[in-house]
């Protein structure tokens, strides 16, 4: 199973920017998908992420500005990110909890993508 993350970019202050997370391989169910960031000099942190029923979290520094989603069908999960902050620079990573085909239990992680917001 892999995870391919996209739409990380440029952006002033208090812009919007969406990433995108999809997974792929042989995946027979995925349960929880999420959104990590790692800023310079910092450690990963969560940023937020959904369960396979629906349910979500947010660090308290993104609450109200940032919303995830996910399309079961495409195993695809969203990160919408708006009103951002030049302290929401850094490379953010999606993740996984997945069920292969094989039914043995992987957490994934993407490649990660550099958000970047200038002042």
Known sequence: VQLQASGGGLVQAGGSLRLSCAASGSIFSINTMGWYRQAPGKERELV?????????????????????????????????????????????????????????YREVWGQGTLVTVSS
Do not use: H
């Open 48 to 104: 937020a992420l959904t369960t396979d029923g629906g349910s979500t979290k947010f660090a308290d520094s993104v609450k109200g500005r940032f919303t995830i989603s996910r399309d079961n069908a495409k195993n695809t999960v969203y990160l919408q990110m708006n009103s951002l902050k030049p302290e929401d620079t850094a490379v953010y990573y999606c993740n996984a909890d997945t069920w292969g085909e094989d039914l043995r």
